[in-house]
């Protein structure tokens, strides 16, 4: 059979995780992040008969890291068992300090290279011409929109070029624990804790985690989430609260339109801040 393991890399809201979800996309057979890291990739495996691709949907890379071990997990991914490197840009956004950061840790990856210009649905703005540079350095380059499944078949079919003949990567039986899927409570707290990142960048407090406390369907067809933002000062709550609340509301929009997308479902997200000594 054919396999390999894919990472997608890229600076925050390019459409990272929405791709990896829509390549998945009913296809899906496990969404865990990797078991031994307290790090937060989240692997989630491709299968058809005769292919099994490994996505890891690393987190952004980020000019400036919200968390010191924040970009090198992205390093990390890519100088592991990485056969193929996805790197995602997002044509309506100038190019800035972050790009520069990707690429020059791109550069160092001796791996098949394709470059993917996301969000191809949205015509304006777009800065598509100052990425053309880019082109020469990748084997390959798609254009597509994640959120809209467009060209995501062309895409599956350059990856495949990449592949190589071997033995599945990931045997589901095997998976420590029973294989998470993307209902899990890990893959939502992981989720959140993502979006408190990106909302509070340099401000982040370092300590802060997440506890889901309930996952539960209701009768209106939507997903009631209820999970709590945990930090060890005060002074920290206050600030991923925001003035009027308005940064937990970011936090918490923002994670449940992630979530909507890798459900499928219409979730309502009941998110709090607690400080916990
Ligand atoms: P990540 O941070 O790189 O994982 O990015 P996400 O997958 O979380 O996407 C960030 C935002 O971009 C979300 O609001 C997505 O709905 C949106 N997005 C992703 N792909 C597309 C696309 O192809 N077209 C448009 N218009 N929006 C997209
Ligand atoms: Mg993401």
Not at 14 to 41: E, H, R, Y
Not at 164 to 169: A, F
Not at 187 to 199: D, M, P, Q, T
Not at 212 to 234: E, H, S
């Amino acid at each position: 059979m054919r396999v390999g393991t894919v990472a997608l890399v890229g600076r925050p809201n390019v459409g990272k995780s929405t791709l990896v979800n829509n390549l998945v996309g009913q296809k899906v057979a496990i969404t865990s992040p990797k078991p031994q890291t307290t790090q937060f990739s989240i692997y989630a495996v491709y299968e058809s008969e005769d292919v099994q691709i490994v996505f890891v949907d690393t987190p952004g890379i980020f000019a400036k890291a919200p968390r010191k071990d924040i970009n090198l997990e992205a390093e990390r991914v890519l100088k592991e068992q990485i056969d193929i490197v996805l790197y995602i840009i997002d044509h309506t956004r100038k190019r800035g300090i972050e790009e520069n950061r990707v690429l020059g840790i791109l550069r160092k990856v001796q791996k098949p290279k394709i470059l993917v210009i996301n969000k191809i649905d949205k015509e304006k703005p777009s800065f598509r011409q100052d990425y053309r540079f880019l082109e020469d350095e990748f084997d390959s380059v798609v254009e597509v929109s994640a959120l809209k499944n467009k060209n995501l078949p062309i895409l599956l079919s350059e990856i495949l070029k990449y592949l190589h003949e071997g033995e599945k990567i990931v045997i589901r039986e095997d998976m420590p624990t029973p294989a998470i899927n993307l209902d899990s409570k890990l893959y939502i707290g992981e989720n959140i804790r993502e979006k408190a990142f990106l909302v509070l960048r340099d401000e982040l407090p370092y300590s802060i985690r997440v506890e889901v406390d309930d996952v539960a369907p209701r009768k209106n067809g939507m997903f009631y989430i209820k999970a709590r933002l945990i930090t060890t000062v005060d002074r920290y709550k206050k600030m991923i609260i925001g003035a009027g609340g308005a940064r937990i509301k970011q936090i918490g929009s923002m994670a449940r339109r992630e979530l909507e997308l890798a459900t499928g479902q219409k979730i309502y997200l009941d998110l709090k801040v607690e400080v916990e000594e």
